[in-house]
Nanobody, 122 residues
Framework: QVQLVESGGGLVQAGGSLRLSCAAS????????MDWYRQAPGKERELVAT???????YYADSVKGRFTISRDNAKNTVYLQMNSLKPEDTAVYYC????????????????WGQGTQVTVSS
């Protein structure tokens, strides 16, 4: 089993910054890429950013140039630095890890954290 615990959410004014952290524990050998998703009230959950084991990243167009995803494999932690925050960034942010089912059949396909609230006031 893998446990993902997010931290760093909170209330910030528009234009401000927050840094989210997601610490993985348990069978961390099961983890491949790690992602951040978010879900705003009344909307579907959407992918914000991805980083694979090699450090390759992907960003949603809505956050490109403002958010930065990074990863410390030694600490089994992924970060999301969020700058120039906008009210439309308000959402619950979830950490997600892709499971290495192909390499280790006992791993699960995916793992989710419990989420952390980010609120951006105008």
């Amino acid at each position: 089993q893998v446990q993902l615990v997010e931290s760093g959410g909170g209330l910030v004014q528009a234009g401000g910054s927050l840094r989210l952290s997601c610490a993985a524990s348990g069978d961390t050998i099961c983890i491949s890429a790690m992602d951040w998703y978010r879900q705003a009230p009344g909307k579907e959950r959407e992918l914000v950013a991805t980083i694979n084991n090699g450090g390759r990243t992907y960003y949603a167009d809505s956050v490109k140039g403002r958010f930065t995803i990074s990863r410390d494999n030694a600490k089994n932690t992924v970060y999301l630095q969020m700058n120039s925050l906008k009210p439309e960034d308000t959402a619950v942010y979830y950490c997600f890890a892709e499971g290495r089912v192909g390499d280790f059949p006992t791993c699960e396909y995916d793992y989710w954290g419990q989420g952390t609230q980010v609120t951006v006031s105008s």
